[in-house]
C-alpha cells in the first residue's frame, strides 16, 4: 500500500525500514528455532543435527545415529514447530481482542477465553475424545465464554467499558475455571487427574506431528486471517458510527476477528494447556517497541511471539531432568521484562 | 411419627455412644517409642493400645468387627491377608476398591466387591459418611495430609485411627510393608501370620541382595522405572523413595538417580539422554510393554531408537494381590521378580511361576491356575490405577 503513495523523501527511509524490519521478523523465529534444536537433554553434536535435517529434506536414509534420529527429528523438531505456532498464536489473538474491545487488558486470559476454552478441552479429556474432538469442544466453550463476556462488557451507554470488560471477563473465567475445578473433582483421583492438572499447568512435552497435524492448520488459518485483517483492526478501536462511515461491514469484521482469535486459543490450549501471560506480555511489548498500529503489530506479535516462546520452552525442556511447567518459566521470565519495559517507556496508549 | 422416634432415639445414642468412646480414646503423640515400630498391651477393658506408624498410641477393641481404609493405599491386600477374606472392611476408596476387584484379591476375598466406597469422592474424604459406617477401627495413610486431617477429626470423634506410612525407611518397601504387618498384626491381636511374612520378606531380601552385590560395576545394568505413562503422552519416571529402593536392590544403575521428587514428569527425549538397559512399567499405567517396544502407546512417540526397547527389554511390573511397585502384601515377590528379570542368569534356579504359586498357597490359602499367573503378569488395563 505504501508503495502506491508517493512518499516525500523522509518518508521512504522509514519504508525501507519497514522490509528491513519484515525481514527481520520473518527470520528471527525460523533462526532462533534452528539454533534450539541443537540444545536439548540429549547431546547432540551440531554437525549430526544438520546432518539430521538434511538427510531428512533429501529424503535419505538415516545419516547418523538412529537415537539422534529420533531425538532431533520426531521430538525437538515438532515440539519447536509447535512452540512457534503457539507462541505466533497466542499474543496475536491477544492483540486483536485489545484492538476489538478498545481495551488494553483484553487478552484471551483476561476475556475468559482461555478458561472457557479450558472447560472443553478438560471435558473432551475426561471423555476421552480425540484431539480434533477436543479441539471443536474448546472453541465453542471459548466462543461462548467471549461472546458472554462481550454481551456483559460492551454496553453502548456504559462509560467504563474498559473496567467492565474486564470485570466482565473476569467472571466469565472464574465460571469456567470453577467448571474446570467441577471436572478434576469427578475426575478419577490417580490417573485423569494429574494428566488434567499437569496439562492445565501448560507443557509442550507431548507435541508430535500427529497433533501438529490436527491442531496447527487452525492457528495458521487463525493467524493468516488475522494478519491479512491487519488493516482493518485498525478500524475496530473506532466507534461504530467511525466505523460504518469507512464503509466497512463491521459487523462481519468482529465476527472474523473473534472467530480467529477464539480458535487460536482454542486450539493452543487444546494442544498444550494453559500456557498464560505470553498472551498478555507480547502485544504490549510490542506496543511499546512499535507503537498501535495493527499493521505492524499484528506480524511483530506473531514473530516476537514464536522466537519468545521457543526459547521459553527450550529452557523447559532442557534445564532440568524432570519438565518444567512452561507457565512458571512465562511468568518468571516475562514479567520482570516486561516491568522494566513498563518503567522505561512509561507504558503506552491504544 | 415412627420414624421420627426412632430417629431420634438412633441419634441420641449416637451422641451417647461418641461421648462414651471418646472419653475412653487416647490419641496422644509419645516419643518414647520410634515411629515405625509397634507394640501393643492387652488391657482388660476389651481394649488394647498399640503404637502407629506415625507414633501414636491409639486404644483399639480387643473385637473388631468393622473396619475403614480411608486412604487410598495398598492395606486392603495386607489385610485380607490376615483374615483371609473382606468380611470385616466397611469402607474403601474408590480407586482403591477399583485395583482390588481388579486383582487376584477378589479370588481371596469376593466380598471386596460389595465394601462401600460413598465417603470419598476423588480425594476428599467426608467424616460424617466414615462415621455413619460405624467402623470400629480406621485405616488411614499419614503421608497425606488431607487424609491425616480427617482421621484427626474422627479420632475426636471417638473413632480410633491407626495410621500407615508408605514411606518408612526411605522407601524401603520390604520394611514398609512388614511394619504394615506388625501393625495389622497388633490391631487385630495375631502375631503369627506376621512373623512368618516378616521371615520370608527378610529371606528373599537376604537371597537377592546375596548375588547381586557380587555384580562389578561393568556387569550391572543401568534400569529406570516408569511409573506412568498416560494416553496423552505424559510420562512420569519413579525418583526418590520407591524408585530408588528397588533399582538399588535389584543392584541396577539407576539413571534417575538425580530426581529427587517421588515421581517426575519428564519427557521421551530425557528417556533416549538416560537410554536404560531395561525399562520397568510399572502397572499404573494402561499400555502393556508391547506398547512401547512397537511405539504404538501414544501415536507420535517414538520409543524404536532406545537400546531397551531394540533388545525388548521392557517389563511391565505384574500386578498380583495389588500393584507390585508400592509396598504391598505381594511386595516379597516383587523383588524376587525384579531381581529375576534384570539378571536372568543369576536367578537362573528360581522358577518365579513356582515362587508366587508357593507364595499364594501359603500366605493366602489359593491354588493358582496357569492362567491366573498370566494374569498377574499381564495385567488387564481396566485393572490400571484410576
Known amino acids: 500500500m505504501l508503495e502506491h503513495v508517493k512518499l516525500p523523501d523522509g518518508l521512504k527511509t522509514i519504508s525501507d525500514h519497514k522490509v528491513l524490519f519484515y525481514t527481520l521478523l520473518m527470520f528471527l523465529p525460523i533462526i532462533t528455532g534452528f539454533i534450539c534444536i541443537g540444545i ?23 545419516s547418523s545415529s538412529d537415537q539422534i534420529d529420533k531425538v532431533v527429528w520426531s521430538m525437538r523438531i ?48 475426561y471423555f476421552n ?25 460492551m454496553r453502548k451507554e456504559s462509560r467504563e467499558q474498559i473496567a467492565m470488560v474486564v470485570l466482565g471477563g473476569m467472571v466469565i473465567s472464574s465460571i469456567f475455571s470453577a467448571l474446570v475445578s467441577l471436572i ?8 485423569q487427574l494429574p494428566s488434567i492438572t499437569y496439562w492445565l499447568m501448560g507443557s509442550l512435552s507431548s507435541a508430535n506431528y500427529y497433533t501438529l497435524m490436527l491442531g496447527a492448520p487452525f492457528i495458521i488459518i487463525g493467524c493468516v486471517l488475522l494478519f491479512k485483517l491487519r488493516w482493518r483492526i485498525n478500524i475496530l478501536s473506532l466507534s461504530e458510527d467511525e466505523a460504518r462511515s469507512m464503509g466497512t461491514n463491521i459487523l462481519l469484521l468482529r465476527f472474523l476477528t473473534v472467530l480467529s482469535s477464539t480458535m487460536i486459543t482454542a486450539s493452543c490450549v487444546s494442544m498444550c494447556g494453559q500456557v498464560g501471560w505470553v498472551g498478555l506480555l507480547i502485544p504490549h511489548i510490542c506496543r511499546m517497541a512499535f507503537g498501535s498500529d495493527n499493521t505492524v503489530l499484528v506480524p511483530s506479535s506473531i514473530g516476537f511471539g514464536a522466537t519468545f516462546m521457543v526459547i521459553i520452552d527450550t529452557v523447559a525442556r532442557s534445564a532440568t531432568a524432570s519438565e518444567v511447567p512452561i507457565s512458571i518459566l512465562t511468568a518468571l521470565i516475562g514479567a520482570p521484562f516486561f516491568i522494566a519495559l513498563l518503567r522505561k517507556s512509561g507504558g503506552w496508549s491504544i | ?56 498410641e491409639v486404644t483399639v477393641p480387643n473385637t473388631i468387627d468393622r473396619i475403614a481404609i480411608i486412604s487410598t493405599m495398598p492395606l486392603a491386600s495386607v489385610y485380607c491377608m490376615f483374615t483371609g477374606s473382606a468380611d470385616k472392611l466397611v469402607g474403601l476408596t474408590p480407586s482403591s476398591k477399583n485395583s482390588c476387584v481388579n486383582s487376584m484379591l477378589i479370588k481371596i476375598a469376593p466380598k471386596i466387591a460389595d465394601v462401600s466406597t460413598g465417603f470419598a469422592t476423588g480425594d476428599a474424604v467426608n467424616t460424617e459418611e466414615v462415621l455413619k459406617l460405624d467402623p470400629d477401627v480406621v485405616f488411614y495413610n499419614t503421608d497425606n495430609a488431607s487424609d491425616t486431617a480427617a482421621a484427626e477429626k474422627l479420632q475426636g470423634m471417638g473413632v480410633p485411627c491407626v495410621g500407615f506410612s508408605t514411606t518408612l525407611d ?97 519427557n521421551l527425549e530425557q528417556i533416549y539422554a ?34 531397551a526397547v531394540k533388545n525388548k527389554d521392557v517389563y511391565k511390573m505384574p500386578m498380583g494381590m495389588y500393584y507390585w511397585f508400592p509396598p504391598c502384601s505381594d511386595s516379597p515377590l516383587a523383588l524376587l521378580w525384579m531381581a529375576k528379570t534384570l539378571y536372568p542368569n543369576l536367578f537362573q534356579d528360581i522358577d518365579m511361576n513356582k515362587e508366587i504359586k508357593d507364595y499364594y498357597k501359603d500366605f493366602y490359602g489359593i491354588t493358582l491356575t496357569d492362567s491366573d499367573l498370566e494374569t498377574i503378569y499381564n495385567p488387564p488395563a481396566a485393572s490400571a490405577m484410576q
Open chain 2, 1 to 56: 411419627m415412627i420414624k421420627k422416634i426412632s430417629l431420634s432415639i438412633v441419634s441420641l445414642l449416637l451422641c451417647l455412644l461418641l461421648v462414651l468412646t471418646g472419653c475412653s480414646t487416647q490419641a496422644s503423640v509419645t516419643s518414647s517409642t520410634p515411629a515405625g515400630t509397634s507394640m501393643s498391651t492387652l488391657n482388660p477393658n476389651g481394649e488394647h493400645t498399640v503404637t502407629d506408624n506415625a507414633g501414636n
Open chain 1, 40 to 62: 536439548g537433554r540429549y547431546s547432540v553434536p551440531l554437525q549430526d543435527t544438520v546432518n539430521t535435517i538434511l538427510a531428512h529434506l533429501r529424503g535419505q536414509a538415516l
Open chain 1, 129 to 153: 475424545i480425540n484431539l480434533l474432538g477436543v479441539q471443536f469442544l474448546a472453541l465453542l466453550t471459548g466462543f461462548s465464554a467471549v461472546a458472554l463476556t462481550y454481551i456483559i462488557g
Open chain 1, 184 to 191: 478434576k473433582f469427578i475426575a478419577d483421583s490417580d490417573s
Open chain 2, 274 to 307: 538416560w537410554d536404560p538397559d531395561v525399562i520397568f512399567l510399572n502397572s499404573f499405567s494402561a499400555f502393556t510393554a508391547g506398547d512401547i517396544i512397537n511405539s504404538t502407546a501414544v501415536k507420535g512417540q517414538d520409543w524404536s531408537g532406545l537400546t
Open chain 2, 170 to 266: 526411605e522407601g524401603d518397601v520390604i520394611e514398609t510393608v512388614n511394619s504394615w504387618v506388625s501393625l495389622i498384626g497388633d490391631v487385630l491381636g495375631e502375631k503369627i501370620t506376621a512373623d512368618k511374612f516378616v521371615a520370608y520378606g527378610k529371606e528373599i531380601e537376604n537371597i537377592v541382595n546375596e548375588r547381586v552385590s557380587k555384580l562389578s560395576d561393568s556387569e550391572k545394568k543401568s534400569a529406570v522405572i516408569i511409573t506412568n505413562y498416560t494416553s496423552n503422552g505424559i510420562i512420569t519416571v519413579a525418583g526418590n523413595t520407591f524408585g530408588r529402593f528397588w533399582l538399588k536392590s535389584i543392584g541396577a544403575d539407576n539413571v534417575a538417580l538425580s530426581i529427587e521428587q517421588k515421581v517426575a514428569n519428564v
Open chain 1, 78 to 125: 515438532p515440539r519447536i514447530l509447535l512452540a512457534l505456532l503457539v507462541g505466533g498464536g497466542l499474543p496475536v489473538a491477544g492483540t486483536a481482542f485489545q484492538s476489538l474491545f478498545s481495551n488494553p487488558l483484553a487478552t484471551p486470559d483476561t476475556l475468559g477465553v482461555a478458561a472457557g476454552a479450558s472447560f472443553g478441552a478438560v471435558v473432551g479429556l
